[in-house]
């Protein structure tokens, strides 16, 4: 006979075989005690966690000559034809191949021919979500009311493309992915029974590159033992390019302490070893993760991803940082992990997001002073700006007008400039602004724009968002419960308690000043609008010694600038083109 892979070797013969599924494998013997085996069943769950191999076994403990039993005896006929998969009574069909309508009508074509050796037609239907919906619906009727002799066991990884009255028909079982010290024990009766020389470590690092599945743990074993060698985390490293513990432990020690010089020569070596970005990336994401609840989570050494015996080592490492300290960390591998999918050259990604984690550490002195002065962020409260003054006139002839204008404007400009420092000292920013706007650009991007364009204030109970009168569209959105709720919600993450939320629409222009203060309308002359200009003809006229023409001009593109910023927050960073009248 020739050779067969690990994984087919060991495929679960008995209920006692099958790793990890104790739940479902109880309730099928349960079943199958009490003569309660019902016409249909769908099992579900990711790749490699036994949904096939489980339904081989609930046929042979069904067809057994000692049956139905919960204790197949896998001597008989049918036992045998099972485990060689030529049995006449167990039908198994690849949906992702045999999707079609035919192939269902043939099947319910068929299913009415009574067994031909044992007492049930079992029908495997592999990966059914592939089928279409002709195929669905003409296997409707079928799954509904089958013969008695025919029992369906539908088997998938994406139990949500399957049609809502598939499901209604079928009993469900949720297979789970098998967890790390699970997949360790099945590996280390495997490598004891086939002789395999290994260091634990290595079967964890196995493992844990098997993400669950034990069919995929076989292989990798099958593949690195392949070497005739003993199994060492440095063979399974260079061979598959797992990440070793004690590599990911030399990088958390160096983002912990800053450590640039010795942080990047490590990323640098276990790039070079085969590693890809993204895996370092997300290796790295579940050792922090793993850090974390050593920290805060010490009763449920279950949790972690390296294994309950690396908790010691764990714990001591996690004393270098600060419990929020982590939390950034693993919520910035998050965003990290999405960047560098996207990322046309992945490793310089990756290690310009690893000096922004170090900076982020260091704090404030990761940015020299003088750089923080010049460089506004990203997070700060618009503030007015003093009008600016008014350009000189270089028309000759025009130098004394041109001079009593700047030194006219000069003056107007001071009290205004006084008054909008005063509001920026009303208006500063909440501490938490910062947090509640990246909070808020991970939940919804829309919201988020609208908020920054708002001045906030807050009085240590409510956070009030301001809008100029005429934003009308920004206090309208704001106000939407979706857009209510989702900051009430944000605002409690961010702050840990409850904070109230209201948003205004402030005046401006003439419905800010005193009634007394606003001009006399004359009730003489009746009110004319007067002709729009273009700018090219107010450029003009100012060009001949009209003051007035610039102070308009900047007018119009204050309300331009106004305009762009408001289409930005509505529609994000798309090309938008300003086209004068």
Known sequence: MSYLSLYRQWRPQTFEDIVGQDHIVRTLKNAIANGRVVHAYMFSGPRGTGKTSTAKVFAKALNCAEGPTVKPCGECTSCVAVKEGNALDVIEIDAASNRGIDEIRDLRDKVRFTPAQGRYKVYIIDEVHMLTMEAFNALLKTLEEPPSHAIFVLATTEANRVPATILSRCQRFDFNRLNLAQLTKHLTKVADQMGIAYEKDALTLLARKAEGSARDALGLMEQVSALGEKLTPKLISDMLGATEFERLEGIAAAIASSD???????????????????????EMGEHFMDLMLAKDCPARKDLLHSGEERFDQLKKASEAFEGSRLQEIVSSIGVGLAEIGKAPNPRLSLELFLARLVNAGQGVKAQPVAAAEAAPSRHAVPVPKAPAAAPAVKA??????????KKETAAQAAPVAEKAAEGQQKTEAPAF?????????????RVEALVRQSRPSFDGTTLTLEYPSNWFFHHQKMQEETNQNLMKEVLKAVTGTEIGYKCVLLGDGDKDRPEKEKPAESKDKPSRVAPRKSKKSKIEEAEKGGEAAFDEIEIEDEKVKKSVEMAKALFGEVEIKVVED
């Open 433 to 445: 602004w910062g947090q509640l706007l990246d909070e808020l650009r991970l939940r919804s991007i």
């Open 396 to 405: 000759e002839g025009k130098k004394e007008v041109a001079d009593a204008g």
């Open 260 to 282: 640039v010089r010795g942080l990047f020569p490590l990323v640098s070596d276990t790039l070079m070893s085969g590693t890809d970005p993204r895996q370092l990336l997300g």
